[in-house]
Nanobody, 126 residues
Framework: QVQLVESGGGLVQAGGSLRLSCAAS????????MGWFRQAPGKDREFVAA????????WYADSVKGRFVISGDNAKTMMSLQMNSLKSEDTAVYYC???????????????????WGQGIQVTVSS
């Protein structure tokens, strides 16, 4: 089993910044892809960003490109999401996810990740 623990959420004004982190423990893998998804009230869970820890390849949703930066540490099996220029529409519960078998074409699909964190609230006030 793998445990994922998110940290760093909170309340910020529009235009501000927040940094989310996710640490994995347990039966982790050097082949992990780790991703962030978010879910706003009444909406489906949507892809935000992902990173392949071994090699650092990154993927971003169009809605966050140029504002969010994902980074990872393969040795520690953790990742962070630096969120800048936050907008009210970024308000959601953010979930960390991880999987050791994903291919590039699958990283944006929530249902293909095996492991999930509990989620952390990010609220952007306008």
């Amino acid at each position: 089993q793998v445990q994922l623990v998110e940290s760093g959420g909170g309340l910020v004004q529009a235009g501000g910044s927040l940094r989310l982190s996710c640490a994995a423990s347990g039966r982790t893998s050097t082949r992990f892809v780790m991703g962030w998804f978010r879910q706003a009230p009444g909406k489906d869970r949507e892809f935000v960003a992902a990173i392949k820890l071994n090699g650092g390849i990154q993927w971003y949703a169009d809605s966050v490109k140029g504002r969010f930066v994902i980074s990872g540490d393969n040795a520690k099996t953790m990742m962070s999401l630096q969120m800048n220029s936050l907008k009210s529409e970024d308000t959601a519960v953010y979930y960390c996810a991880a999987d050791g078998r994903l291919i590039a074409s699958s990283v944006m699909t929530a249902g293909l990740y095996d492991y999930w964190g509990q989620g952390i609230q990010v609220t952007v006030s306008s």
